[in-house]
C-alpha cells in the first residue's frame, strides 16, 4: 500500500515522497490524516542527526539514522478497522501517534497519509471538536507531563525554563494547579502569548543578565518547582540557591551528552528530580481531557500552516529559524 509522507532523507534536509506502508491488520487503524503538528525539538534532533532513538543521543559509533519518516502525532478520519479493533468506527475523527511505514530506518512515522496506525495509538476526539487543537496531543502531554509530577500547592512559585510549546503546556498546567508562574525565556513574540494571571510573569533571560535577581525578587519565600523544557543545565543550577526545601525539578529537555547535575547539590536542599518521557494511555487521556474543557489551550500557538506538499519548507522554518516560529501544523487537505 502506498502513502504520501515527510522524509528525512539526510541531515538537515526533508522531502515530501510517495513511500510504500504496511498492509493493516486486524489491530490496525487507517486514518486519512488532516493535519500533523511538527515537534520542533525532538523532530528538529532526529532530522539533525542528533538522536538515535526516542531520548537517546546518537554517538559517533552509531549510524545516521536515514531515511526516516518524523513525528509523531496527527489528526485525520478513519477509513477502515480491523476486525479486532472496537473504540473507533469508519468516520470517526481521531487523534493519532506514530504509524507503521517501510522501507525507512525505523518502522514507524508521523507525517504520513494515510495512516496504518495500531488501535492502541488512536484516540477518539470529542464531537464537535475542533480537530486540529488535537494535532499536537503528545507534545501537549509533555507539557501536562512536566507540569502534574512536581509536589505544589496554591501559591507556589513555579519557574518554567523556556518559552517554546512545552513550556507553555507545563505553565498552563502549573497554573491549572494553583502555581504562580515565571516563564523564563528569549523570544518576545513568544513570551507575549502567555496568558498571565494575578502573581505571574515573563523575563526575557537573553535581555536581562542580572534575572537571577529578578526571579529571587519575585519568589521572596524560595522556588518550590524549576520545569526545564529545553535542556539547560546551566539555568536550571542558576535557579537552585533559590529554591525552597524539598523542592521539585522536572524535566523533559533534550540534554544530549551533556545532562549531568551533581547530584549532591540537589541533596542539600533534599530536591527531588523528576525526567517524564514518553507517552501513556492515562496520561493521553488527561491531557485530551484537558484540551477538550480550555484548561490547555493549543492553536495560539500555530504561528505557521503549511500544506503538507510543504513539508521541506516547514522544517526548513524550522531547522534554520529565519523568521519566529513556533507551532507548525501540516494541513493534509485544501483549507
Not at 493493516?24 to 532530522?47: C, K, L, Q, R, Y
Not at 532513538?53 to 539514522?65: I, N, V, Y
Not at 512559585?157 to 507553555?168: E, F
Amino acid at each position: 500500500m502506498m502513502a504520501h509522507a515527510a522524509v528525512a532523507v539526510e541531515p538537515w534536509r526533508v522531502e515530501w515522497r510517495e513511500i510504500a506502508v504496511p498492509d493493516p491488520g486486524p489491530d490496525d487503524v487507517v486514518v486519512a490524516v488532516t493535519h500533523s503538528w511538527i515537534s520542533n525539538g525532538t523532530e528538529g534532533s532526529f532530522v539533525r542527526g542528533e538522536r538515535i532513538a526516542g531520548d537517546t543521543p546518537r554517538s559517533e559509533t552509531d549510524p545516521l539514522p536515514f531515511p526516516h519518516v518524523p513525528g509523531y502525532q496527527k489528526v485525520g478520519v478513519v477509513q477502515w478497522v480491523g476486525g479486532n479493533v472496537r473504540h473507533v468506527s469508519v468516520g470517526d475523527v481521531v487523534f493519532a501517534t506514530v504509524s507503521r511505514v517501510s522501507g525507512m530506518f525505523y518502522d514507524h512515522g508521523g507525517h504520513v497519509s494515510p495512516a496504518v496506525t495500531h488501535e492502541s495509538q488512536v484516540w477518539n476526539l470529542p464531537d464537535g471538536a475542533e480537530p486540529v487543537a488535537f494535532a499536537g496531543l503528545v507534545l501537549t502531554q509533555v507539557g501536562y507531563n512536566v507540569g502534574v509530577r512536581p509536589s505544589v500547592s496554591a501559591g507556589d512559585a513555579a519557574v518554567v525554563i523556556g518559552d517554546g510549546m512545552v513550556g507553555h503546556w507545563s505553565a498552563q498546567t502549573l497554573q491549572s494547579r494553583g502555581a504562580r508562574v515565571m516563564m523564563l525565556g528569549r523570544h518576545d513574540e513568544r513570551l507575549s502569548l502567555f496568558a498571565l494571571r494575578a502573581g505571574d510573569a515573563v523575563l526575557n533571560i537573553s535581555e536581562d543578565p542580572d534575572w537571577p535577581d529578578h526571579v529571587r525578587r519575585w519568589a521572596a519565600d524560595g522556588v518550590q518547582v524549576v520545569a526545564d523544557t529545553v535542556g539547560s543545565i546551566a539555568t536550571i543550577e542558576s535557579l537552585l540557591p533559590m529554591m525552597r526545601h524539598e523542592g521539585h525539578i522536572s524535566s523533559a529537555g533534550f540534554y544530549g551528552h551533556g545532562g549531568r547535575i551533581d547530584i549532591q547539590m540537589l541533596r542539600n536542599r533534599e530536591i527531588t528530580l523528576h525526567a517524564p518521557a514518553g507517552w501513556s494511555k492515562e496520561r493521553m487521556d488527561a491531557t485530551l481531557a484537558m484540551v477538550n474543557d480550555g484548561t490547555l489551550q493549543t492553536t495560539h500557538l500555530i504561528s505557521h500552516r503549511l500544506p503538507a506538499q510543504e513539508a521541506a519548507h516547514a522544517f526548513d522554518l524550522i531547522l534554520h529559524r529565519r523568521e519566529p516560529v513556533l507551532g507548525v501544523v501540516l494541513d493534509w487537505v485544501a483549507r
